[in-house]
C-alpha cells in the first residue's frame, strides 16, 4: 500500500514524502491492483463528471458481515469558518497565544474579517486552548492555502510539514530567529498581542 502520495511519475511510480516532509522517495508498485491514498492538498479536485472509467457493482454477498465491526453512527463537526483543509487562508495560533481566551479574542477575529479557517500549533492544541482537529502539521492536518498566517508559533519541523506548501506564508513573531523565519515569505516582528488587534483593525 502506499500512503500519501503527492506525485503520480507513471502508472507504476508515485513520489510521497518521508522524514516529515524532507525528503521525497520515489517509489514503484508494480502491483496490478495498487492500494493508494493521496494527499489531496497536492493535486487538483478532479472534475466531477466527464471521467471515462466504468463503474461496477460489486455485490459483497450475505457472509460479508462476520459481524465483529458495525456502523454505529458519525458525528460532523459543525463550525461556520471554512473547513481547515479547504480554506484559501488559514490563521493559526501557536503557544504564545496562552490560553483559550486569547484565541477568541486575538485570533479568531482576524480569522473571521479574512474569511479564513482557524488553526494551531500542536503546543496550543495539547495546552488545551483549542480543540485538536485544529492541529497543522505532521500529526495534524496538511494545508496549502493561498495564505497561511502563523501567529506566536515557532516554526518546528513538525508544523512546517503541515503547512510548508502554503503559497503565501505570514509569521509574526517577536523572536526574528524563530525557525518559521526561513519559510516566511513575510515576517512580522513583534508581539502578537499588539500585532493582531493592530491588523485585525487596518483590515
Ligand atoms: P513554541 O515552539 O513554544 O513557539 C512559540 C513561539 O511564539 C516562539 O517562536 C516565540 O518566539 C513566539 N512568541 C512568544 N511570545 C510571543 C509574543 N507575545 N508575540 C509574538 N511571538 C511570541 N507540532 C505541530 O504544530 N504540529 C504537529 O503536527 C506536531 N507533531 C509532532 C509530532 C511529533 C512526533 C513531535 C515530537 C512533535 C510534534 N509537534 C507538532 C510539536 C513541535 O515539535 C513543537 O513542539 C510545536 O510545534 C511548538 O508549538 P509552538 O510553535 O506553538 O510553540
Redesign the pocket.
Known amino acids: 500500500m502506499l500512503t500519501d502520495v503527492t506525485a503520480v511519475i507513471d502508472a507504476e511510480t508515485f513520489e510521497r514524502p518521508i522524514y516529515a516532509g524532507n525528503a521525497i522517495a520515489t517509489v514503484k508498485d508494480t502491483e496490478s491492483k495498487k492500494i493508494i491514498t493521496v494527499r489531496t492538498t497536492a493535486f487538483d479536485a478532479a472534475p466531477a463528471e466527464g471521467g471515462a472509467a466504468s463503474i461496477e457493482q460489486v455485490s459483497v454477498g450475505e457472509d460479508a458481515d462476520a459481524g465483529k465491526s458495525k456502523f454505529v453512527g458519525e458525528e460532523l463537526a459543525k463550525s461556520d469558518r471554512p473547513e481547515l483543509t479547504a480554506a484559501e487562508i488559514v490563521v493559526s495560533?501557536?503557544?504564545?497565544l496562552a490560553s483559550g481566551e486569547n484565541f477568541t479574542k486575538y485570533i479568531e477575529p482576524l480569522a473571521d474579517k479574512l474569511g479564513a479557517a482557524m488553526g494551531?500549533?500542536?503546543?496550543?492544541v495539547d495546552a488545551g486552548y483549542v480543540p485538536n482537529d485544529l492541529?497543522?502539521?505532521?500529526?495534524?492536518k496538511i494545508v496549502a492555502p493561498n495564505l497561511y498566517i502563523a501567529?506566536?508559533?515557532?516554526?518546528?519541523?513538525?508544523?512546517l510539514?503541515?503547512m510548508k506548501d502554503s503559497k503565501v506564508i505570514v509569521a509574526?513573531?517577536?523572536?526574528p530567529e524563530?525557525p518559521?523565519s526561513q519559510v516566511a515569505d513575510y515576517f512580522l516582528e513583534?508581539?502578537?498581542?499588539t500585532?493582531l488587534p493592530e491588523l485585525t483593525s487596518k483590515l
Open positions: 495560533g501557536g503557544r504564545a494551531a500549533s500542536r503546543a496550543a492541529q497543522v502539521g505532521q500529526t495534524g501567529a506566536g508559533i515557532s516554526g518546528a519541523i513538525q508544523h510539514a503541515g509574526i513573531n517577536n523572536d524563530a518559521i513583534g508581539d502578537i498581542f500585532v
